[in-house]
């Protein structure tokens, strides 16, 4: 469907007429009123059940005013064939509704971690992917930072994992907080976390990364308190690899916790 709203309507009126005018140029035992739910249906899964409210009336004045025309219609009759349409058509938004409900639900299982509401690891990647091809073609800056919460495993073991659970929800919001809208939040696993940055090179990546964690220090220094070990790998070349950048991001966080945890170390590709 077009972008536009006003190109994806016109779109919809101009099936909704099309199968106006082949209900009206068909003989009258050729029903072919039913066809209204098609647009009916196209609208309330890309405009929302109120537009297919808006479109099930529209479809209802058509079809009377074709049956209207054809000899031996009552008024009686006619009315409760646009009443049974309605009712059809509501139940089918209904469906419809709750179809497309689901759908978002299982598209956002499937791309987000459910105790931190980041994209989970395999979405992360595909957005990695995705940046590096257009660092191929547009020759543009990027940056990954990598990191990882200092003796996470000591606050688990000490006051349990519900305690941890609501520090690492603490942790992405955060991160979120922290960096800038455009960039991409992720939960690699465990108490690992990166952030994808595009257009930054390599001294804006480190002052971020320094920012974080400071951040994190301010945000988690009660009981239990928190640090992370943060690597971060900019410039990212043409010529990298989604594989090979998240090995390197890795290595240059654990670079940072053999260094004495609690800091940023930047490495290049």
Same mark, same amino acid.
Request: net charge negative.
């Given at each position: 469907m077009p972008r536009s709203p006003l190109l994806r309507h016109g779109a919809y009126l101009l099936l909704t007429l099309a199968i106006y005018a082949a209900n009206v140029i068909t003989p009258g035992p050729v029903k072919l009123g039913l066809f209204y739910l098609v647009? +009916? $249906?196209y609208v309330t899964w890309n405009e929302g059940a109120l537009w297919g409210v808006v479109y099930t009336a529209?479809?209802?004045v058509l079809r009377m005013r074709v049956e209207m025309m054809q000899v031996g219609s009552s008024l009686s009759v006619v009315m409760l064939n646009q009443v049974s349409f309605g009712v059809?058509?509501?139940?089918?938004?209904?469906?419809?509704?709750h179809i497309r409900r689901n759908e978002s639900l299982l598209r956002?299982?499937?791309?987000?971690?459910?105790?931190?509401? +980041? $994209?989970?690891?395999?979405?992360f990647a595909e957005r990695l992917g995705d940046e590096l091809r257009r660092v191929a073609r547009y020759h543009r800056p990027l940056a990954l930072l990598y990191l990882d919460l200092d003796d996470f495993k000591v606050v688990n073991d000490t006051h349990g994992h519900q305690t941890g659970d609501a520090v690492l929800r603490l942790v992405a919001e955060a991160i979120r907080h922290a960096v800038r809208q455009a960039d991409v939040v992720g939960r690699m696993g465990g108490d690992e976390?990166?952030?994808l940055?595009?257009?930054t090179g390599s001294a804006l990546a480190t002052q971020a990364a320094d920012r974080l964690a400071a951040g994190l220090r301010s945000v988690l220094n009660g009981s239990p308190a928190v640090t992370a070990s943060i690597g971060v790998v900019s410039p990212i070349t043409q010529e990298a690899d989604t594989d090979a950048i998240m090995?390197?991001?890795?290595?240059?966080?654990?670079?940072a916790k053999k260094s004495g945890k609690n800091r940023v170390v930047a490495v290049a590709l």
């Open positions: 647009p +009916v $249906l529209v479809g209802m059809v058509a509501g139940i089918t938004i209904f469906a419809f509704q956002d299982l499937a791309t987000h971690d459910q105790l931190t509401r +980041v $994209l989970n690891a395999r979405a976390f990166a952030v940055m595009p257009e090995r390197r991001a890795d290595q240059a966080m654990y670079e």
